[in-house]
């Protein structure tokens, strides 16, 4: 009788526990429900908050976090990514792409330490050594950011961008080795063709003097003409190391760290370009008209075609990244017929790798926020769409889930 009795006070006890235990993990599903159906909506904000609600009251499954941290990036909300990132790290449950999305959100919050120690976290993914690079540039950093580069050429030989920013970063600090990187970057991308021209004729220009100065001087100089301030100004830098009273590099110096400096170098930017010969004027020019035929052209491909020329000539800039996203999906034959939006285009495409299909979602929506929610993408968020697409062609290239 008394241990027939036990039992049933076990059996009470079982069930109370479970009767208090069980509502949580419960509304913990309803909640991954929720936030799956909000996420496929568009959503992305609701979302988030959803996966993260999820991710509290089911502590067995912590990988929630992770994405609660990415459908935040994919809705803008970089300080709630930076949250449940954290959560994820501190479970132990971040994967290396997860470090990255981290960065990229410490980034777009000018946290750029933190964004340098996420990304630590994700190599050696070589999109983590880009990133990298980017941001020790930004800080001035350019040995480290010249390493990283390096480091990103090892995992992708075939990358033109590394190719290019690496020649640049050399032409500001050891002009000599600048060229073999440049000649690279045009080999695998012929868009680039007209800066690289317009920086090897100057450089080029520079090599028939053995003087060191003037060799930093003149690649200065084309530099800037390109824009890149930071390397001109490292230029001049090291020009005045190499020759400590030369007039001329203190003089762009101190033109580049004038209260109005960026006004008084352009001028002389200006004359320093005519005067490294026709040749880089003629392809000065060349670079705009050719710039506004490749955006038009770009606006009829993705559509924009029937808006104002303003419009359609800021969209097409914004939205680079979904054009090479279009051409790399018709180099596998798969094309957006007319009959179908964006959106639904991209949910056609569930016959792609499971990664490969959470891409596209994933680009598609960000399409939809620049083109109808007037968002606007920073350049380093404009270099991580370019790594996600550059991830989606690797995954593409694998065979095709058509071939069975």
Known sequence: MQKNFGATQLFILVGLVTLILAPRPIAGALNLRTAARLDAAGNKTDAALAYATAAARIPWMPVLWEQAGRTAMDGGEAGNAISYFNKAA???????????????AYQEQGQV????????????????????????????????AIAYWRANITLEPESSAAH???????AATAPGQANPELIRAVDLCTALEAPVQSLRTALNTAFLSDDRGYQ????????????????????????????????????????????????????????????????????????????????????????????????????????AFYDQFLQLLGRHKITRPRSLTPREFAQSL???PARAYEQVCQ??????????????????????????????????????????
């Open 90 to 104: 501190d479970r132990h449950a971040i994967t290396s792409s997860g470090w990255l999305s981290l960065g990229s």
């Open 113 to 144: 330490s933190q964004a340098i120690n996420a990304w630590k976290q994700a190599l050696p993914l070589a999109r983590a050594d880009s990133f990298l690079a980017a941001a020790e540039r930004s800080r001035g950093n350019f040995t480290e």
């Open 164 to 170: 290019y920013s690496l020649g640049l970063l050399l």
């Open 216 to 319: 930093f001087l003149v690649s200065g100089q084309a530099l800037g003409a390109l824009g890149e301030w930071d390397l001109a100004a490292e230029a001049f830098r090291n020009a005045t190391i190499s020759r400590p009273v030369y007039g001329e590099a203190w003089a762009w110096l101190r033109g580049l760290l004038h209260p109005e400096g960026m006004y008084v170098l352009s001028s002389r930017i200006l004359g320093g370009a005519i005067a490294l010969g026709i040749l880089v004027a003629v392809a000065a020019v060349g670079v705009f008209v050719n710039e506004k035929y490749r955006l038009r052209r770009r606006a009829l491909r993705i559509g924009l075609d029937a808006l104002p020329d303003s419009d359609k000539l800021r969209l097409a800039r914004q939205l």
């Open 350 to 352: 569930t016959f792609l």
């Open 363 to 404: 680009l598609t929506e960000v399409f939809y926020r620049v083109r109808f929610g007037k968002h606007d993408l920073s350049p380093a968020r404009q270099r991580l769409l370019m790594n996600v697409i550059q991830d989606l062609a690797r995954l593409l290239a694998g065979p095709s889930p058509r071939d069975g």
